[in-house]
């Protein structure tokens, strides 16, 4: 059975992989990097600073960063002990996909993933009483997982847990934000 489910996930992989071609890498490679999504934060940011007081600001601001060092910490340690090849680095695939960027660490579970569901569920729970069209930002970790798919990064199981585990420790760290300031805000 889990090698049924493995298979699937590696023939969803070639398929996503091959919808690829040369014109678009560049593009996937650019979203791809965290850092190149400043002007989006830096919107969220503005957007966060016109509707929450300055105290609440500052605890979302900390408590996104407890969960980020939460969440790369977990899938360092997931990753350094599942030891999943990348696609492009698995010996059955390697003939198979398309190589457009390489890399040396394991593939168990997607950091992006988990780090870019996360955090967007904190945002949006904090934004959703204020800005009607919130769930919008949900786009932001859909795109930027699919780059790990079409780069050969990750497989689809690794994206999918990784938003499961994104998600449930978001949900954790928000109820978290939600208990300080309602204690000492």
């Known amino acids: 059975m889990w090698e049924q489910i493995i298979q699937w996930d590696k023939d969803l992989l070639v398929f996503l992989n091959g919808l690829g071609n040369e014109t678009w890498d560049f593009f996937w490679l650019y979203i791809t990097k965290q850092l190149n999504w400043w002007p989006l934060f830096l919107v969220i940011l503005?957007?966060?600073?016109?509707?929450?007081?300055?105290?609440?600001l500052i605890l979302l601001l900390l408590t996104l960063?407890?969960?980020?060092?939460?969440?790369?910490?977990?899938?360092?340690?997931?990753?350094?002990?599942v030891q999943r090849y990348r696609p492009v680095n698995d010996p059955e695939l390697t003939d198979v996909i398309r190589n457009v960027k390489g890399s040396a660490s394991w593939s168990y579970f997607s950091g992006h993933a988990s780090n870019?569901?996360?955090?967007?569920?904190?945002?949006?729970?904090a934004?959703?009483?204020?800005?009607?069209?919130?769930?919008l930002l949900f786009l932001f970790?859909?795109?930027f997982a699919y780059t790990r798919l079409y780069l050969g990064l990750h497989f689809p199981l690794d994206i999918l847990s990784g938003y499961l585990f994104g998600l449930l420790s978001g949900y954790l760290f928000f109820r978290l934000y939600v208990y300080v300031c309602n204690r000492y805000v």
């Open 46 to 56: 503005y957007l966060l600073y016109r509707k929450l007081p300055l105290k609440q």
């Open 65 to 81: 960063t407890l969960f980020f060092v939460f969440t790369d910490q977990m899938t360092n340690l997931v990753k350094n002990t």
């Open 116 to 125: 870019s569901l996360g955090a967007i569920f904190i945002i949006f729970m």
């Open 127 to 135: 934004m959703k009483n204020y800005y009607k069209k919130a769930w």
């Open 141 to 143: 970790p859909l795109i």
